[in-house]
């Protein structure tokens, strides 16, 4: 019987890739997101290649959350990994002139939502034991503070904690925590965060050689296919091009 791995945001970007990568191992997928035509679409494709159960699913609507993984049909219902990586950002502007929605709809998709699936899959991730994995999809932005990073810069640093905190409670089930945390990568993310410009995001990729969703793609599946007595605790990837700034001082 194959394993499974169960995908959120699996529409677009790294859980799309994430989809495929997997799907080409012949694992069962259990693919969720808000776009129903891209998991039909998706699902369609990857149907060839192994079993799919797509869920249109918003992961911070709680019960919907709850009842999904409730309902999983047989095979999918014996879950072996957990790819949490729903998530985005929504603007760039400094704090003080931030929309307080876009912060509410950050904390309830990149924590709220990230915990509930957490909350929802735990009982069986923990009854399977040894083998099985949560990797949680971070950010360089929970690590190192930018300007407009505010509220996603510190959804990503919980994301990031909370992996190693429930490594903890996790000590002696079996059940690995990942926490990946990706820098610069192309993906409509960048869209997404800037209300749909186009010029945004070709002026923030180009030249840049940024990481690619199947770069991300590729190290999830490694994450989740080490020999089951290796835990990667944290991860954080870059691109080349990508490093640090000086601080920044401002003189009288
Ligand atoms: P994309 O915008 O390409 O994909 C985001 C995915 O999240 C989509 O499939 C979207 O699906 C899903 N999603 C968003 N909100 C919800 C929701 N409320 N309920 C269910 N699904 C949701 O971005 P990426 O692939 O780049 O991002 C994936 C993750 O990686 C995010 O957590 C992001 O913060 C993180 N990340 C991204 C980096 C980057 O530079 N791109 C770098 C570091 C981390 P749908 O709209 O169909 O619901
Ligand atoms: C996405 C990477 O640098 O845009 O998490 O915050 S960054």
Known sequence: MPNTAFITGATSGFGRACARRFAAAGWNLVLCGRRVDRLDTLQAELETQC?????????????????????????FSDVHVLVNNAGLALGTAPAQDCDLEQWHRMIDTNIKGLTTVTHALLPRLVARGRGTS?????SVAG?????GGNVYCGSKAFVEQFSLALRSDLQGSGVRVSCLAPGL????????????DQAAYDALYAGAEPIQPEDIADTVFWLATLPPHLNVNALELMPVSQSWSPFT???R
């Open 143 to 147: 690590h190192w503070p930018y300007p």
């Open 134 to 138: 949560i990797i949680n999809i971070g």
């Open 185 to 196: 990568s192309e993906s409509e993310f960048t869209l997404v965060r800037t209300g749909g």
């Open 249 to 251: 001082i401002t003189r």
């Open 51 to 75: 079993a799919v159960h797509s869920v249109c699913l918003d992961v911070r609507e709680t019960p919907a959350v709850q009842a999904a993984v409730a309902a999983l049909p047989e095979p």
